[in-house]
């Protein structure tokens, strides 16, 4: 995603990396969204210090100046919306916990309403992001936004529910939504087959099943990274089944070794330990009453490292 977004770029369209939310808020991830891409219009338009670009200071009467002019007072109005509309809701909040503030809180809300130009709803954000996509798409040519780890949230159901609430945004002209989700979310979703119609695949026109990074990939992903022996990457590679993330967490916990024989130890002696850990440290499961701690440490000395 991240080579996407830097492809782009240099074809002078626009990329935005933005993080998966970890709580269902469809209007705060709409808010935040769209304040995002108005941030890289901006940045993609103007230089330092707000002046134009110097070949647009030259066309200030062509059409295409006239369209980032446009573009360019469509992301600000976008990103004040944003803006106060969250702050809005922030005040409320607080009024609502604070009743002794009385007077100041009202006063505040009262201001606040006034730089909101109309209700904040689901289909206002929806229509407002739509708008300002479609004018920067047109502009300069390309929008690829990338959301990674679209799973962060905990309860399937409310990563259903986001996707059912925001999937008006993914069908803009021009504009690329790529979205990762790992395969435990996928099953933990229940998405079934590929074919199938679900929340997810109706939200996306197409879905890629992404294999396992084969030994010989993660050895040139460390070898991009830093000098790490042939021999230690390809050993890792496979305790790692093929999962870059997991690569590079093992490459932390092996430290400098120079034999995958070496690397193969470290790795499991850890993963051996985490597992000790996990075991003594669980919690209370279907009701049954923790052991003591007495038996805790002798189930953790007991486990072989």
Known sequence: ?????????????????????????????????????????????????????????????????????????????????????????????????????????????????????????????????????????????????????LDKMDDPEKVRALLRDIKGIFDVPGVYFLVSVSHEAVRSLSLGALDDRNEFNSSFYTVFDLPPATPENCAGLLERRGAVPREVALVLAVLAGGNPRELLRLVEIVGLVVTGGEAAVRAIREEAMGLRREIVTAGNLLSTPPPGQESRIGSFNSLPV
């Open 1 to 149: 995603m991240l080579r996407a977004i830097d492809e782009v770029r240099e074809r002078g369209g626009i990329g935005l990396p933005y993080p998966s939310p970890s709580e269902y808020d469809p209007i705060a991830f709409l808010a935040s969204l769209s304040e995002s891409l108005a941030n890289q219009i901006e940045r993609r338009f103007r230089l330092y210090g707000g002046r134009l670009r110097t070949t647009w200071m030259f066309a200030l009467a062509s059409n295409v100046a006239r369209r980032r002019r446009r573009l360019l007072r469509q992301a600000k109005v976008v990103r004040e919306r944003a803006r106060y509309t969250s702050t809005r809701r922030e005040g409320s909040e607080l009024g609502a916990e604070g009743g002794r503030l009385g007077a100041i809180a009202r006063a505040r809300r009262s201001r606040e309403r006034e730089l909101v130009e109309r209700p904040a709803t689901l289909s206002s954000f929806v229509s407002d992001f739509r708008a300002l996509a479609e004018l920067a798409s047109a502009e300069s040519g390309r929008v690829v936004i990338a959301i990674d780890e």
